[in-house]
């Protein structure tokens, strides 16, 4: 999937979500040393702050980049969709993989695969030209 195209908000969404995760860290690391070493009276609040302070911002971090990579997927998905519409449209409703790949930066693998969804979907169908080159028929009505 191309969609290694991140825009500025990205790229700082990333940043936060991995920030929040080391800072959990450092907070986690810093507590397990001061009660490794003696220095705290009583464990079990440490522990309930390292809960809360340490794993909490860790887990926190790692679901904001899940998050992040689904809204990223979906949206990928979205346009490529859309692209596949607007060829088919434009060639009707036909579509090849090698024209897909050409319009999008897919590489031939990745445009099959999504026009093979569509297909299993029910959205389109695979048919076959006279010299065997295989295309995809997609119904615009």
Request: hydrophobic letters at 45%.
């Amino acid at each position: 999937m191309k969609s290694d195209n991140y825009t500025f908000i990205d790229l700082l969404l990333i940043t936060v979500s991995f920030g929040v995760s080391a800072l959990g860290l450092l907070v986690l690391a810093g507590a397990t040393l001061s009660i490794a070493e003696g220095k705290e009276s009583n464990i079990l609040v440490s522990l309930m702050l390292m809960a809360i302070f340490g794993i909490g911002p860790i887990v926190g971090g790692y679901f904001m980049y899940k998050n992040f990579k689904l809204r990223k997927k979906f949206t990928h998905n979205s346009a490529i969709e859309s692209k596949i519409l607007q060829l088919a449209k434009s060639n009707n409703g036909i579509i090849f993989p090698t024209e897909l790949a050409l319009s999008t930066g897919l590489t031939l693998e990745e445009s099959k695969e999504e026009l093979d969804r569509m297909q299993i979907n029910g959205y389109s169908t695979i048919e076959v030209t006279e010299e065997g080159k295989i295309y995809y028929k997609i119904d615009l009505k």
